[in-house]
Structure formats: C-alpha cells, structure tokens
T-cell receptor, first 112, second 115 residues
Framework: KAGVTQTPRYLIKTRGQQVTLSCSPI?????VSWYQQTPGQGLQFLFE???????NKGNFPGRFSGRQFSNSRSEMNVSTLELGDSALYLC???????????FGEGSRLTVL | AQTVTQSQPEMSVQEAETVTLSCTYD???????LFWYKQPPSRQMILVIR??????QNATENRFSVNFQKAAKSFSLKISDSQLGDAAMYFC????????????FGAGTILRVKS
C-alpha cells in the first residue's frame, strides 16, 4: 500500500513568488492535513480538508491556501512568498476509522 | 487553547537502557487523544503510540509505553531496551475530535542513543 506522497520534495523560490505543493493521500483516506515545520516555531497546523471541504484552519495569513480534489489529492499554495515561509511542509492523511494520521516525507521550501 | 509542552529539548540514553520523555498538556476538553510521534533524520513522521483519554490503562507498543496521568495532564513516553534506531526527534501531540484531525504538537525532544 503506497504511503502519503508529497511533491516536490525540494524547491527554491524567491521572495514575492508563489508556490504550489501537492499531496497524494493513502488510498481510501479522505482527510488531508497540512503542517508547517520550522526550527523556530516547530510544527504548526495549517489546514485540514475532508471530502473537498476545508474542515479546519490554523492561524496563518490568507497567503496560505489549499484545496482538495475529488480523488482526495490536495494542494496547498503560498502566494507572495516571504523569507519566513522557508520551512518543511508536511502533509498527513487520516484513516477514516482510527483517525490515525500518516505523514508524507514533506516538501522542503527555501525562499531566497 | 490547547497547548502541549515538552520540557526536555534533548535527551541521551545508552543502548539497551531505558529512557523517559516528558510531556504535559493543557485542555478543557474531556474527549481527546494523545500521541507520540517519531521523526528520524529522514524526516518522515511515524506514529509511535497513542492513548485515548477515556482509557485508564496505559498504552504499550512493544518497547514503548506511556504513563498517562489524566488529572496531572501528563503523558510521558518510556522507551525500554533502547536501540540505535530509536535516535530521532520525538513529538508529543494532542487531538480532540471537535477539531477534526488537527494535531497540536509539542516542541519536540531530540533523543540520542549512545553505543
């Protein structure tokens, strides 16, 4: 059974640009959550999507957005990138019954 | 707001010995779950153990066990017979069903295993 797949694994952007990250959940998982991991702030919840609807949102500015498609794949977008957006972005999909979260390997974003 | 506190930034243990990682949390919810996640240097977060708040019995998974003290809001992880492969960052996390699958994480504890 394939795990959670995140693409791209690494990317470098410059300030002001925008970026789109993709997450393919484990087959059958309908919930996808996104987290930002930085040395200073640790792991912070961005948002969760379930059946194409945003179910919960963390305390991030509107530059951070996401969506989920009918096949449960999810994308997150960050517009007008800032240096502080440099982070590891983790995606997790959730088992419907147990609620256990399975994480992908993350997308490492560097903003120059 | 719920918070999770890990007061040990770094811990060391000798191979085959036992180590305990501490975690405290704060919540006004009665229904919640607690987790320990392991993040090795390769970065993929792996679930180590979970505890449902309504269960009084402490969860165990092979060499990993927890000491769940609900009244004290304490949730420590004990690793027995430590192995080199246990070296990683360990995160304590909290979730309440009222907030879906949102996890609130502690700052993490780096565990080093000495051979």
């Amino acid at each position: 059974k394939a795990g959670v797949t995140q693409t791209p694994r690494y990317l470098i952007k410059t300030r002001g640009q925008q970026v789109t990250l993709s997450c393919s959940p484990i087959s059958g998982h309908r919930s996808v959550s996104w987290y930002q991991q930085t040395p200073g702030q640790g792991l912070q919840f961005l948002f969760e999507y379930f059946s194409e609807t945003q179910r919960n949102k963390g305390n991030f500015p509107g530059r951070f957005s996401g969506r989920q498609f009918s096949n449960s794949r999810s994308e997150m977008n960050v517009s007008t990138l800032e240096l502080g957006d440099s982070a590891l972005y983790l995606c997790a999909s959730s088992h419907r019954v147990t609620g256990e979260l399975f994480f992908g390997e993350g997308s490492r974003l560097t903003v120059l | 707001a719920q918070t999770v506190t890990q007061s040990q930034p770094e811990m060391s243990v000798q191979e085959a010995e036992t180590v305990t990682l501490s975690c405290t949390y704060d919540t006004s919810e009665s229904d919640y779950y607690l987790f320990w996640y392991k993040q090795p240097p390769s970065r993929q977060m792996i679930l180590v153990i979970r505890q449902e708040a309504y269960k009084q019995q402490n969860a165990t998974e092979n060499r990993f066990s927890v000491n769940f003290q609900k009244a004290a809001k304490s949730f420590s992880l004990k690793i027995s017979d430590s192995q080199l492969g246990d070296a990683a960052m360990y995160f304590c996390a909290y979730r309440t069903p009222s907030e879906g699958n949102k996890l609130v994480f502690g700052a993490g504890t780096i565990l080093r295993v000495k051979s």
